[in-house]
């Protein structure tokens, strides 16, 4: 979704934002929800169409354990962020064995999931 724009970690509004919406996070300014598609996190208890949300961050860190939501050239994409054993490149997982290894630079940090929403109806 190339139409959203983080800027040090808020959203910036004044874009054309599809496949986001606003949702109440108490304690966390600017969170947002993103919407998951897919059962790669199953394993997570996280399926699909469920609404991720996360607190805005431009930074990740390696093998701190948290969930982030991350865009690479494939799109957007929900994983742990691990070191691929070299300065330039990172891996994202699942802990379930799914692993893919990015350079630096073609990975951007939308932000952590704080907390995960399911629609029941």
Known sequence: MKDSTLFRGKLDLTHKIEGFRMTRATGIPNAIGIR????TLSHLGIFDNDLLVIKPETEYETGD??????DTPNGK????V????????I??????G????????????????IRVERDFV
């Not at 994409?77 to 742990?80: N, P, R, V, W």
């Open 36 to 39: 998951h598609a897919g059962n």
């Open 98 to 113: 799914w692993r893919q290894t990015w350079q630096i630079a073609e990975v951007t940090c939308i932000g952590v999931v």
């Open 65 to 70: 354990n948290k969930l982030y939501v991350l």
């Open 82 to 89: 691990e070191s691929a054993g070299d300065e330039n490149s």
């Open 77 to 80: 994409t929900a994983k742990f």
């Open 91 to 96: 891996t994202l997982t699942n802990k379930a």
